[in-house]
């Protein structure tokens, strides 16, 4: 057998060199996985996360003899669910022969970006948000009314019901604020009651960017979707995210790849003398949003974010509940993490933008009962009839 290098024995090192690279760098190219908490590696498709769903409470006893009244404390599951991202990148080999410089080491970078653009437009914006996925941080937000019109301004950023104070009123100090790179030159414009600027005090440095202590991050990935919002800040440490471990990298020359939409074959590897590198990333996030003192019911979530100019459209959805033919005050409405408590008529309003919600309705001695919403373009009455338990 001739003395070469070829493709068999070059194959382990080639992954070996790729694999530490995917794994290390998707991080740093994600600002959702920059800011957010990193939890264990998922050894399985789906981990559960215990999240405290209610608060004891204390009473005061009336006179020597009064009685002592008891309370109660739960917890529910959050799931984080591993959804992948898959990338097939195909390589004519002549082109590998020929070049001067290392492709793959040029296209590993790439792919890196590429992942991470994808998880930050998912998480927090729900652009092509996997189905097993629960809300968005735009979404869940929107839904808390911790969203601020006006565009950037001192007011909107720190007034008493700017973007600040919506995070503060959940009991949560901001920690991170992200927005569109466009964002530096309104807040270069932001000037004091003498009209000095706020954020450029010297002409020739730079200029830090920071909101009340809190660092500000500008992804230059392509995720920040400005028809949507200006800015998203909160305490993203409230923000998990865990990576399944079985990351898989490899170098295909024998595979043939086809269009999804037409099934058509676009390449014949072994045919046409090519090779691909296939990438898939999996990984799974959640906003557990634990009961506190100042968000007991956990109907408020630690984010808020500015509209855009033109606000995105959505659709109300109404949820009545009833049992035994009464409505049903105070039942907790769940629509794919966001929650929402039923007023004395026993409805629920939220505003969704297209798509499917799954949703779960309980309440205080009833069984709890379980569906999935449908939004497109109209309103959507939701009638749910708990029965007793």
């Not at 530096?184 to 002409?203: F, V």
């Not at 024998?254 to 090519?274: G, R, Y």
Request: hydrophobic letters at 45%; a negative charge.
């Amino acid at each position: 057998m001739p003395n070469v290098i070829d493709r068999s024995r070059a194959e382990a090192l080639i992954r070996e060199q790729v694999v530490p690279t995917i794994f290390q760098d998707a991080p740093k190219n994600s600002t959702v996985m920059q800011l957010g908490r990193k939890l264990p590696n998922m050894t399985s498709k789906q981990t559960r996360v215990p999240v405290l769903s209610m608060l004891p409470l204390a009473y005061w006893v009336n006179g020597d003899t009064g009685f002592k009244q008891t309370s109660r404390q739960a917890w529910e599951n959050v799931y984080l669910t591993a959804a992948e991202l898959a990338v097939i990148v195909p390589i004519p080999e002549a082109v590998l022969a020929d070049a001067d410089f290392d492709i793959l080491g040029e296209v590993t970078p790439r792919v890196n970006e590429a992942v991470g653009m994808r998880v930050d437009q998912a998480v927090l914006f729900g652009i092509n948000r996997p189905a097993e996925w629960q809300n968005d941080i735009i979404t869940a937000a929107r839904q808390a009314g911790n969203n601020v019109s006006g565009g950037i301004t001192y007011d909107t950023l720190m007034g008493a019901d700017g973007l600040l104070s919506k995070v503060e009123n959940c009991g949560y100090a901001v920690d991170g604020v992200v927005a569109a790179m466009t964002a530096k030159a309104s807040l270069r414009g932001i000037k004091d009651e003498n009209g000095h600027p706020l954020y450029t005090k010297d002409m020739q440095g730079a200029t830090p960017y920071a909101l009340d202590g809190a660092p500000m991050f500008f992804p230059e990935n392509g995720s920040f979707d400005t028809s949507v919002a200006r800015m998203v800040t909160g305490n993203f440490k409230q923000l998990v995210y865990a990576i399944r471990q079985d990351i898989d990298v490899k170098i295909l020359d024998q595979a043939v790849i086809q269009d999804p939409a037409t099934k058509e074959i676009v390449f014949n590897l072994a045919q046409q003398d090519m090779i691909a590198l296939r990438v898939t990333f999996r990984m799974g996030w959640a906003l557990p949003n634990p009961a506190t003192r100042l968000n007991d019911g956990r109907v408020n979530v630690p984010f808020a974010y500015i509209e855009a100019a033109t606000a995105y459209t959505t659709q109300s959805v109404t949820f009545t509940v009833k049992s035994a033919s009464k409505a049903v005050e105070g039942a907790a409405v769940n629509v794919n993490g966001s929650i929402k408590k039923t007023g004395a008529d026993g409805t629920a309003v939220f505003d969704l933008r297209a798509g499917d919600y799954p949703y779960s309705v309980q309440a205080d001695g009833c069984r709890p009962t379980t569906g999935t919403v449908t939004v497109a373009d109209a309103a959507v009455p939701v009638a749910v009839t708990l029965a007793k338990a």
